[in-house]
């Protein structure tokens, strides 16, 4: 199963400050049949206005996945953290037990963001948020992990997450194709960035998704020069 939905079709909210696009149900935005896909329970697509931003809130019992497309996000929370994280990088937070923070865009330009919600693999647990740059060259023609809840990648540089799931991200150049195999029972949601892509023969444009379940494997073929990430995830075990 490949599902396709175009940035276009998109839930849009208008804040003034915040441009925000919902693949799933989120705040304003409620659609019964649009819950999340697995264990990915948010993704957002966010265009903050110079010098504004989310002030103060809580989150409990979530995995909080941050990748800036475009500008920086500023983060601040009551465990001590703060943190600019830059266009090509990612933040995460596991919200455990509980955690205040505030994300600004201090920039003088306009920040655009994926914001990506993942269920922890267990509830409750300590917060704890960290960031770590990820230079887009280190992954031209090639799949990085970015952030990731198994041991094995958190050694080799992705950042951790208390969750079944692997954050994924690659920039091509026009005409580059790259494979990935999928792990069985995953639920595979990408998203492009920049450029357009046709992932198994499906032309996938800017900000469009795929929502990938029950296939074996992915043939990513770079139309243009291009920029996307998605998230490989499984259901948590009780």
Known sequence: MMEKREFKDLA???HDWLQARHHFSFGKYWDPARMGFGPIRVWNDDEI?????FPVHGHKDMEIITYVRDGAITHRDNMGN???TEAGDVQVMSAGTGVMHSEYNLEDEQTR?????IEPRAAGGAPRWDAKAFPRGDRSGQLEILASGFEEDIKGGALMIGA???LYGATLSAGTTIAHRIADGAHVYL????????VNGERVGPRDSLAIRDVASLQIEAIDATEFVFVEAWEPQD
């Open 113 to 117: 963001l994926f914001q990506i919600w």
């Open 49 to 53: 206005k110079p010098k504004t931003g």
């Open 12 to 14: 849009h909210v208008d």
């Open 164 to 166: 079944d799931a692997r």
């Open 82 to 84: 703060e943190g600019r």
């Open 191 to 198: 998203v492009g960035s920049t450029g357009r892509i046709r």
